[in-house]
């Protein structure tokens, strides 16, 4: 186990990052908000946190803390200038964000290290306090989905006019997925540079928003735990594809396409219909109405990749 | 100092940082991460090549691993480990830093691994660097020729840095009487961000020629018909371009196609095949590097030799700097006569106070944990490389 | 003047690259993530059948133009409409869309990255031999030349198809109330098909024409394009055909400018800075209409 441990820590810690930059792409999303602004706002808390604890020779926590707060105001200030814009507008407003970011830290000079990047950025950071933050963030993720937030916030996505009429603020939900979004991308970009001790501008490029978007959408946008499983997947699926060999970019291109297609609503959504259907099943075995035992015969037996099946229990799934 | 005095005192504060970071780590876990060391090699020794053979930089680490290939090959053949064999194992980075750092925890927490050799890349090389020095692996690089890859005693670098040998262009400059060059030069990595800032400008100096127009082009160039218009605008004798390996063939067309007919000071990275696409337009392209077969050291030949016989192919440089790396550290093994990492560390220093002949070429010496070369010239002709002279005879 | 005429000539493979993403996204509202890597395959393909056989200029071109086409139906089937067919809502399926995009691109990038190792590669084994004609002061190569035609001849084609014909007529119906459009009896699948069609033969063209033009390039050319042509597709205004023209100029205009005046390794952010601007001040584009926006 521990063998385990020691060997694949870098994983581990990217599983975290990857994590937090994933949320930070899910939780404007789930607002309804296209944004991709937590790629840049990692970028922002990583080189921020680099040049504290480089130049001024902070601890840890406070490199984080200033590194938060700094790409909330960021988010703040960016979702007063585009929080009008909707769909791929905002998409592309927020890409061009990004990599305007990338292309600051490359001019940068002597501060941000130009093309070199930064460096020795090592502090006091342990482990058990990347878990810590990494577990209270999850949790604070977790319960604004549940409840009257969730609620609320599924109304702002789904049906904004309804949630206007209720008296929800669309611009005050709007402008917190900005805050929270920055917040969180700070937050993985100071993590991630803290483990690593490096951080360059090819680190914060394009990619970055390609695998945010990826882990949310194979892993499933809808809940904390999409992100969850997205994360994992894609941060350990690259390593066990080195044992392919030669091919292994080809075969990750393929699985990418593949839960694009084929799962809409991520893995988590074919586990929550999964379940779903198995508790029916168990329900129907003890107690099968007519019109199901036809099903249970295999006439109409609903296979579980077929979401369209239970789309429209959608707005059940907690 | 060239890797530190750049950028002055701030880079020796992180470089101070990561060593007190070894102290604290040395100290908190008592040296647990060595493996039981007996005296005396074991029957065979587990090093791990972290090199892309996949991505962006294949061809450079593709190349490489060929060069560790064939000298583990000699070395488990010859008696210099005592009849000790070494085991090598390929760990492919897909040119990513994270995957770079991640075989290399991997490679740190084996105990039967005692030594790693690092990526050709600077990207994965300075997230792979932190980690080897925290926790006494040994690691030799080949090219990585950035800032924050050499960053203490467990990391080395078998290969010049670019700017070390760049200056033996001097006399192809004199030679041909130029008093004018024009410099377009990639902003993207920063090895030829640096000759093309600095190097240039200080052999300006040197030489008393003038520089004309300096423009710098970003990683999205890839049309540089405006800049070179520009740069031949300004009427320079010569042009000198300083461009990633994939946009040489592209300058060289294009300032073809712009009417200049004269050679183009470059740099190696249109080797490796990388400027044939050009065609014609590729000929009288010069630059010098640290290595090239057709160099005369004895021991440079004797290497072209072997890989021939290997491969059936010429070597390239790459494959010249991961030799020589193996050969380092073999060397340091046997001297340590233990495969214990801090052992092997002690020992690559003493071995890096002497000179040796490689495939780079004679007398070679270390500097800072970065091996010094005097480097060669060479001209791109369609029929192949040219050795136009070779900075050992200077 | 020398830099006008460069600005001319990077400005019509932009505009060439652009042109069958704005064609999509305009009309079937596909955002093709795809369309760097058919650019860049279909060069690569006649790259790979040039190694085989000698080729003239016209039938490379050919080639471009059929293996792009074709690439790009096989992802419309394969992918875009599978993704639509199971997407409940036109949001989602935007997204998937974008995801399913990058994904499938990633699959020739690995192919074409394995085959070359990432060297660049080009025509010169090619009957065809670029010629730089002279006039005055001025340079130009015949290549150069023939890309802003083939640029300009398809851009005007595509507006007037578009404007013109019931083909046209269809599209922009689609892009402007898909419903209303199938209640009137367009087959949209067809449209769509025929759409991508197009807009990947245009992409395999670009990459052909690119390629000829600057002698070499490699796997990853392509993704870099892409960014590009956001730009200019936003600049212009999603949809516009007059946009996206200008928006190629403008950007290549510009991009020029700061290379040449400026330390150039800003350059990059030029487009960035403009999409965002744009998106800010005038969120439909220069010449697009507020009412074919969609949200």
Redo the contacts between chains.
Sequence with gaps: MM?FY??????IQ?TCTGLILALSIQVPLRMGV?SFAGAGSYGIGAYLAAILV??QEVSAFVAIGAAMLATAVIGLLLGL??F??????L???T???D??I???T??GG?TT?????L??V?TDFTMGQMFALTVIVLALVALSEVGRTGRRVDAVRDDPELALSMGISLRRYRLTAFVVSGALGGLAGAMNVLV???I?P??IG?GLI?LG??MI??GG?RSWKGAVIGAIIFTWL??IL?AIG?????V???????????L?RGIYGVLVDLNKWLRRRRRERRDPPPAVAAEQAGDIDPKPGD??EF?LN?ETVP | MIWNARRGGRRKIAVAAIATGVLLSVAACGGSDAPASGEGLPDEIKLVSVNPTTGVVAFAGASANKGYELAVKEINESDLLGGSKIKLEFKDTKSEPQTAASALTSAITDRDVAAVFGSVSSTEAVAMSPLAQKRGMPIIYTQAGSDGVVVGDYTYRATPLMSSYYPIISRFIKEQGYKSVGVMYTSVTPTLQEIGQKTYPQLAKELGFEITKSIATSATTQDFAAPISQLLASKPDVVATLQVGASNPTVMTQLRQAGYQGKVLGNSGASAGNLKPAGKAGDGMVWPVDFNYQQNAESSQKFVAAYRAEYGEVPLNYAAEAYDAAYFLARSMAAADSTDREAIKDAMKEEAAKTFDGALGKDLKWENGTLQVPGVMVEYTTEGEKLLYEGAGE | MQDLLSVVTLGSIYLLFALGMSLTWGTIDILNFGHGAIFMFSSFTAYLVLQQTELGLPLIVLLGLVVGALMSLLIQVLAFEQIIKRAKDKRTAEMQILIGGIGVAIIPLAIAQHHTKSNPFGFSSSTFTVDTWTMGDLRITNIAALSIVVALVLWVAAAVWLRRSRQGLALRSIGVDAETAALMGIDRRKMALVTMAVSGGMAGLSGVLFTFGLGAITAESGDTLLVKAFACIILGGVGSMLGVAFGAFFLAAAETVVLTQTSGSWVEAVSFGLIFLVLLFRPSGVFGRADVRRT
């Design positions: 063998d020691d060997s694949n820590l870098v994983l990217a296209f480089i130049e200038l585009i009008k814009l909707n769909g791929l507008y998409a592309m407003a890409v061009a964000f990599l305007i990338g292309v600051i490359i001019n002597e290290g130009g093309s070199t990047g460096y020795g090592i690593r001790s490096a360059g090819l680190d394009f390609v978007l990826t959408i194979v946008s690259p390593d080195t030669e091919w292994q970019e080809l990750y291109g393929i699985i990418v396409a593949l839960a694009a297609v084929f809409p979401v369209r789309a959608e």
